[in-house]
């Protein structure tokens, strides 16, 4: 039982240095597709249902009303909410709820229009001395937590630099006793045009990014 628990978290080990390498490695490369995060979000929720009934965990995901599309890549976005909702479903309260929230902000005050993505779970929360270095690899607010969760100490370095390459950013918020908030901005493409829905996928993609340029 003991060897195999270990070897299991070796294997996670393995796997989440691979995927940060990987990171690290395509950061400069450009961006080319269209994702829309609405969709990346009901597959990862849906992918993270057993684990969430596992722990007696509610998932509860509120869509953007307007279109959420983003320049990026869908695995590595994919990934990215994927570490923070296993986070908070594995750090958050047994029996618990996590919600995730999607929304676009309009351009304001010289900043171009935003999406904003929530993850938020109503946990123990996080001390203010921690937060400052939770994208550090390898850090971890307790070891022994962690361990007997099957943490790596490398999925929120992984979602920092999967953000960097997105032109985006990650905000953390907790307090004790009280939950914690990972949020992310990404730079959002213009809204379609009801128009457009009747343009080939091909075409639309063309005219996002021109529009996004």
């Known amino acids: 039982m003991v060897m195999s628990e270990q070897a299991g978290r070796m294997t996670r080990l393995i796997d989440d240095l691979l995927s940060l390498s990987r990171v690290e490695m395509r950061e400069h490369l450009p961006l080319g597709a269209v994702v829309e995060l609405n969709d990346v979000l009901a597959h990862v929720v849906q992918a993270m249902q057993p684990l969430a009934a596992e722990n007696g965990t509610t998932i509860a995901l509120h869509r953007s009303e307007q279109a959420a599309e983003v320049r990026g890549d869908r695995d590595e976005l994919v990934q990215v909410f994927q570490n923070l909702i296993h986070n908070a479903i594995k750090y958050g309260r047994q029996g618990g709820r996590v919600d995730i929230t999607l929304t676009r902000q309009a351009a304001a005050q010289g900043r171009p229009a935003q999406i904003v993505a929530a993850v938020s ?23 022994a937590a962690s361990r007997e969760r099957g943490g790596t100490g490398l999925g929120l370095a992984i979602v920092k630099h999967i953000m960097q390459r997105h032109g985006g950013e990650l905000d953390i918020a907790s307090e004790l006793g009280k939950g914690s908030t990972f949020k992310l901005v990404f730079p959002a493409l213009r809204v379609r045009l009801a128009a457009e829905a009747t343009m080939p996928p091909a075409a639309r993609r063309e005219d996002a990014l021109d529009a996004a340029s």
């Open 121 to 143: 779970d109503d946990g123990p929360g996080i001390a203010p001395q921690h937060l400052p270095r939770l994208t550090e690899r390898f850090y971890r607010v307790s070891v």
